[in-house]
């Protein structure tokens, strides 16, 4: 019978391990982009006087980058992410900024509802824009032409403007709320979008004679923020915890709706990845910032979020540098979080034998000696090197240690293992015993032939663990089972009989725990219907 019962059963040179596994354990999985994103090394570059409400990289490299706070607009080198100059000429919070295609210019609105361009080099206002009742939220310079821009303001109106005549061309009318963002189409200089806060986008034509917008959707939340992809037929509207992307060629249809954040989406922009190489080289995605403190990554492309970086505070605006070198975000309490991404390769530079960087030119190498086969290092040559990036890795098992149940399982003494398993006092290695002798279909035969110390040992273990989530499902239906076959037993035993009452005790409380939980969960349900209909 012993040869029978072993050739049905498979021989373990592993260890068991339980199956019920816990939520909280769960490994996660390192993609590629992760790693990609995560190569941005998040430094706390500045602090700056208040919240940050808008950051803009220059189109010309070395693309530096403007960020607007309290009444000041601070420009940063690129390169070394430290302020490089600032522009202070504002009578109130300055809300926006945009750079003209040549990065000469820089353009930005405030709360007292002017708009001014000035020189980036001397910092001086060439233009003021004065038009705008109420505050200016959104200014923005068309993708390549350097004489116009348009802006957006809590008066409801987009204005399209002539900056070297200081006039404004045209005056579009349709939204009934703050108008809040904007985007220009990279298609064209002579369309671009608004959102507002009247949950609508509007994308807008000046080359149309109507002040008529030529396609309106409705995103269902105010609009924090809108922008173009790419393309140019497709744009990504966020309002509320929601990023939401939209077919404009299609007539504005609704392409995918992305609800990851658990507070307001403030700023979005667009990242090229890849810089020409790699598994997603070339490629776009979609950053957006919340009040939740989480940056996410979506790639549109496949409709899913390819990664989330968390930090320590709300954040209020985001941009990525034309060269994807460089992300900056901004958050509340003006913080401002910049980090470049680490290059793998240097470029200009060669690593010596002795690991130090050289400039290209002749480099005096030591000669090698000719190995052959007369030699002991001939037969050890290439064991010491290092593998190189693509190199298939063949590695050497690791020996296996185990445990002794698990050599107890492996030579089929099965009531041996359960013992051993519940001396040690593991319950993960105890259940995962249990498990495993299910699965050979053994349990209930090493139950029946346990003595009455060993018996005592399996009833105590059920009473400490039965009523634990992670365990009940298999030890409650055991429990069952050991008082329906060792009835007589027990019945026998006041120290078994005593664990029999503690059991029942322990199942009893657990009960009336979940009760009480059942109660409460019908008593706040209800309550949070009605937060969700507000």
Not at 21 to 30: I, P, Y
Not at 359 to 367: K, L, M
Request: proline residues 4%.
């Amino acid at each position: 019978m012993a040869v029978d019962e072993r050739s049905e059963a498979i021989v373990k040179t592993f260890p068991v391990k339980p199956k019920l596994k816990s939520t909280t354990n769960k490994s996660k999985t390192t993609t590629p982009e992760s790693k990609y994103w995560k190569s941005f090394k998040s430094n706390q570059t500045q602090t700056l006087i208040s919240s940050i409400t808008s950051l803009s990289f220059s189109p010309i490299s070395p693309h530096d980058f403007a960020a607007t706070h309290s009444a000041t607009v601070t420009i940063f080198n690129s390169q070394t992410l430290e302020p490089k100059s600032t522009i202070a000429s504002f009578k109130d919070i300055a809300t926006s900024a945009s750079y003209r295609s040549d990065g000469q210019l820089l353009a930005a609105g405030s709360l007292s509802g002017q708009i001014q361009v000035f020189n980036v080099k001397k910092r001086s206002a060439l233009r003021r824009l004065r038009g705008h009742s109420r505050p200016v939220h959104f200014v923005s310079y068309p993708r390549v032409d350097k004489l116009h821009l348009y802006s957006g303001g809590d008066d409801s109106i987009v204005k399209y403007w002539d900056v070297s005549t200081e006039t404004a061309v045209s005056n579009l009318y349709g939204h009934k709320d703050y108008v809040r963002c904007g985007d220009g189409s990279p298609a064209s200089d002579d369309m671009f979008v608004t959102g507002s806060y009247d949950h609508t986008v509007r994308v807008w034509d000046v080359r149309v004679s109507s002040n008529g917008s030529l396609l309106d959707v409705n995103h269902g939340a105010p609009i924090e923020d809108v922008i173009y992809l790419p393309s140019g037929g497709l744009i990504a509207t966020a309002g509320g915890n929601t990023v939401k992307i939209w077919d404009v060629i299609g007539g504005g249809k609704l392409l995918y709706s992305m609800e990851s954040h658990n507070k307001t989406v403030t700023s979005l922009c667009v990242a090229k990845i890849g810089e020409g190489k790699g598994d997603f080289a070339n490629q776009y995605r979609i950053l957006s910032v919340s009040l939740d403190g989480y940056m996410k990554v979506f790639d549109y492309s496949k409709l899913k979020i390819t990664s989330s970086i968390r930090f320590p505070s709300s954040l209020m605006s985001v941009a990525f540098s034309p060269d994807g070198s460089t992300r900056v975000i901004g958050s509340s309490n003006g913080v401002l979080y910049a980090g470049k991404r680490k290059k793998e390769d240097n470029l200009g530079l060669v690593k010596s034998e002795w690991g130090k960087y050289v400039g290209f030119g002749a480099i005096d190498e030591p000669e090698k000696r000719v190995l052959r086969p007369s030699y002991f290092r001939y037969f050890r040559r290439g064991q010491s090197e290092k593998p190189s990036k693509g190199d298939y890795l063949i590695m050497r098992p690791k020996k296996v240690k185990l445990a002794e149940h698990d050599k107890l399982l492996k030579k089929f003494h099965h009531n041996e293992a359960l013992v051993s398993a519940l001396k040690a006092k593991n319950p993960e290695n105890v259940v995962a015993v249990m498990e495993e002798l299910v699965s050979r279909k053994k349990l209930l035969k090493c139950v029946s032939n346990l003595g009455v110390d060993e018996l005592g040992l399996l009833l105590s273990f059920l009473q400490r663990y039965s009523t634990m989530p992670r365990y009940a499902g298999i030890l409650i239906a055991l429990a069952k089972k050991v008082v329906e076959n060792r009835i007589d037993d027990i019945n026998g035993s006041d120290e078994l009989k005593g664990y029999i009452r503690n059991l029942k005790r322990s199942i009893v409380e657990e009960i009336t725990i979940q009760q009480s939980l059942v109660e409460i969960q019908g008593m706040i349900s209800p309550l949070l219907k009605i937060a969700g209909r507000r």
